[in-house]
């Protein structure tokens, strides 16, 4: 892969922790190399040739948005460690969000995988990793959306998955390929605190009332260790 600054699927895969999936070798080809970068390029890269242990079959029959989800049932599903544009507030994006999702799994039977202790949300909507099957194993719809730039890393309390990094890398490479929501982005200096989730537009924000340490970063460096924008600051 030459230079590939450490994002490849080779170099990700060993600092991902705890295994999420049971056959980690069940990672398809890794992403091509152009100048010494690695490129996340297609969806081989979230395609597992196994299913997660303790795995839920479900059939889905509404799609809400990007990243929300209704079960045969009535039970809603949210997907983990992703946050789409919003619909209701007509975000660029929001539309073709819902359809990539849409595409793949409406009507469709899933399989869902969840996160020690995280089950719910505080909406009671079940918090998943969800699994379609495709052609060569199971797309993972999650690592799917980032990779097309149709959903941003998001981990609001803090913690971090199992292939968390695998994330911040795919997130990474759509905002270099500016695909999706990250073609209208342009970086800029922001403000963050030694241990916040988040970073801030500028000093003056709410949240950064109390804060007597500010530390001055880019947005691009904030988000490639996984803070998401303030909601307060973007108007999220």
């Not at 660029?92 to 359809?99: F, I, Q, S, T």
């Not at 695998?166 to 999706?180: E, I, N, P, V, W």
Request: include cysteine; charged fraction near 25%; glycine fraction near 8%.
């Amino acid at each position: 892969m030459g230079n590939c600054n450490g994002n490849c699927v080779a170099h990700v895969v060993d600092n991902i922790g705890p295994v999420l999936h049971s056959k980690l070798d069940g990672i398809l080809p890794a992403p091509t190399s152009t100048n010494g970068e690695c490129k996340y390029t297609s969806l081989d890269t979230a395609i597992y040739s196994s299913l997660p242990k303790a795995s839920e079959k479900h059939r889905v029959v509404k799609v809400y948005d990007g990243d929300t989800a209704t079960l045969e049932g009535g039970q809603r599903v949210r997907l983990l460690g992703v946050d789409t544009p919003e619909i209701k507030q007509n975000e660029a994006y929001a539309k073709e969000a819902r359809d990539f999702l849409s595409g793949k799994i409406l009507d469709q039977y899933v399989h869902l995988s969840f996160e020690d202790n995280n089950k719910e949300d505080r909406y009671g909507r079940l918090l998943a990793w969800l699994f379609v099957e495709t052609e060569g194993g199971y797309l993972n719809m999650n690592e799917a959306l980032v990779i097309n730039g149709l959903a941003k890393v998001y981990n609001p309390n803090g913690s971090k998955s199992a292939n968390h990094n695998k994330m911040l890398a795919m997130q990474k490479s759509a905002r270099q390929r500016s695909a999706g929501t990250w073609s209208n982005f342009v970086d800029s200096n922001v403000f963050k605190t030694k241990f916040g989730k988040t970073y801030h537009k500028n000093q003056q924000c709410t949240h950064l009332s109390r804060s007597k340490r500010l530390m001055k970063t880019t947005a691009s460096e904030a988000l490639d260790i996984g803070l998401s924008g303030c909601r307060t600051c973007y108007g999220l």
